[in-house]
């Protein structure tokens, strides 16, 4: 910048900070987005499978419930900046500064908020510990605020060693804590503990990379309204996806029970997984990505096309097979204690699919600058999120599993439709990039699904099951694969190149 520039940064912020993704980013930020999926993700899965052997279902139900609050008021905390952090195209040390100062400060007092409300959290789920967790946890909500910026930062450049060192810092600090402390006998203390010590690494390993300071500049008006005016929507959507979350868990733990609100905890987050994987390795480089190429109508449109055809080829696979065997498969991993997180695990697939369109949707959204249409997104998760809740509680858990999915579903239809016009694609494009591998999945859940209801995995001893469920697991891929190349042989190709293309040594 200029020194005449107005809005330029002081002297003293290395202005570098300014600059976009350079060239090959992209590509290794999605590289190391992946592994880093497999080794945060496993490690979750193993501590999952731990904890359930550990803990009973009641106790990781009162977690939820004490720390469902603290979830909902870090989307106020937070105010969406980091997000606009990383769109943001001209003073960006100037906005950092900003971010920081204001995040910080809005922490402080809704962590001060949560630990006033411990006593109505006590009341709502009955349990004088849910509070107690409540106000406990209330700190964690300061510490998160502190990765905001770094974290923002490391995005907008596409940082690997971000995606490489921080997630798996986090992974392992909550992990090797709560699992230690529950075998001392912890109960569910040992996954307040556990969260402590993983915002600590978290904060520790982004402010380590990073490789930026507060400065004291002074606090920018302007800046701040810019940067809200952006962030507004997005902060309106978490919000609602909080609540529902806080919804969810309340009429769970208080119209179900402590033990239900624990099968529904884990088997929300068993369920999750493809999702959160999907988020794990092209959200992180999508964001940036759409925001540098946005003024590019044809480059935007051929990104936007690939990535969908990419992220729905993976995601909706896994949660066919998540219907087939999800329920065996949880019984054979956490226990028969655990089987009503297996039922909820069923009812829950269809988050990760709505999630991988809400991914490719959203963020070319955000990425263009036209956070105002998330709104529509927000205003339909409400309606139909709530409702749906409201209406299938009767059937329990699978009731509240089916609203997630349900949900879910629509949002991401949505957010593809609602980006189509910003990234000029037709319904057509949109369901060449769809239909096959549905049609590819269906085939696959019919054939292992007629294979399960013979074999019956679970009435067979635990190993012998393990290798059914493994052989099981195969013969889908095996089947998705042969149906797509059926189906269209093109597109298989292509998706396939791909996939190869992203995986060898070497860059373009």
């Known amino acids: 910048m200029s020194p005449k520039d107005p809005g330029a940064a002081p002297e003293s912020i290395d202005s570098s900070i300014d600059a976009g993704p350079p060239a090959g980013a992209v590509r290794r930020g999605a590289k190391a987005s992946a592994v880093v999926m497999i080794v945060t993700q496993g490690v979750s899965f193993v501590q999952t499978l731990i904890l359930a052997r550990l803990l009973t279902p009641a106790e990781v139900g009162l977690f939820a419930a004490g720390t469902v609050l603290a979830g909902l008021l870090l989307t106020f905390s937070e105010g969406g900046m980091r997000n606009a952090l990383v769109q943001r195209e001209r003073d960006v040390a100037v906005a950092a500064e900003t971010v920081f100062w204001a995040s910080l400060g809005s922490s402080i007092v809704w962590a001060a908020v949560t630990a006033a409300s411990a006593p109505i959290v006590a009341w709502l789920f009955d349990s004088p510990t849910a509070g107690l967790i409540t106000a406990i946890t209330a700190g964690t909500i300061v510490l998160h605020a502190l990765t905001y910026v770094p974290d923002a930062l490391m995005q907008r450049r596409i940082d690997v060693r971000q995606r490489l060192v921080v997630p798996p810092a986090i992974a392992f600090g909550f992990a090797v804590t709560s699992v230690a402390f529950a075998l001392a006998g912890f109960g569910v203390w040992a996954l307040v503990i556990g969260s402590y010590v993983q915002h600590l690494a978290w904060i520790l390993a982004s402010w380590s990379l990073a490789g930026w300071r507060p400065r004291r500049a002074p606090f920018r008006y302007s800046v701040w309204r810019?940067?809200?005016?952006?962030?507004?929507?997005?902060?309106?959507?978490?919000?609602?996806?909080?609540?529902?979350?806080?919804?969810?868990?309340?009429?769970?733990g208080r119209q179900l029970s402590q033990t239900a609100l624990g099968h529904y905890r884990y088997g929300k987050r068993l369920a999750t997984l493809p999702g959160t994987a999907v988020i794990e390795i092209f959200s992180y480089v999508l964001f940036p990505t759409f925001s540098r190429i946005g003024r590019d109508a044809v480059q935007f449109r051929a990104t936007f096309l690939r990535m969908l055809e990419l992220i729905w080829c993976a995601s909706c696979p896994l949660a066919g097979l998540i219907v087939v065997i999800g329920e065996p498969a949880v019984v054979l991993l956490l226990g028969e204690q655990w089987r009503g997180a297996g039922v909820a695990v069923v009812a829950m697939a269809g988050f990760g699919p709505g999630v991988a369109m809400n991914a490719v949707g959203i963020e070319a959204i955000k990425g263009f600058g036209r956070s105002r249409l998330v709104n529509w997104l927000t205003l339909t998760s409400v309606v139909t999120g709530v409702g749906l809740l409201v209406v299938l509680l009767p059937l329990g858990l699978v009731g509240v599993g089916l609203a997630i999915s349900i949900e879910s579903l629509l949002c991401g239809v949505l957010a593809l439709l609602l980006a189509r016009g910003i990234v000029d694609v037709s319904v057509r494009d949109l369901a060449k990039c769809i239909v096959p591998s549905m049609l590819a999945t269906l085939l696959a859940m019919a054939a292992v699904g007629v294979l399960e209801h013979f074999l019956q995995s679970e009435q067979y001893p635990p190993l012998f099951a393990a290798v059914l469920l493994i052989g099981e697991t195969m013969a889908f891929g095996v089947v998705f694969a042969v149906a797509m190349f059926a189906i269209v042989p093109a597109r298989a190709a292509t998706i396939s190149s791909a996939i190869t293309d992203f995986v060898r040594p070497g860059q373009r």
């Open 226 to 252: 810019e940067l809200s005016s952006f962030a507004f929507p997005l902060v309106l959507s978490g919000l609602v996806d909080r609540g529902r979350e806080l919804a969810e868990t309340a009429l769970v």
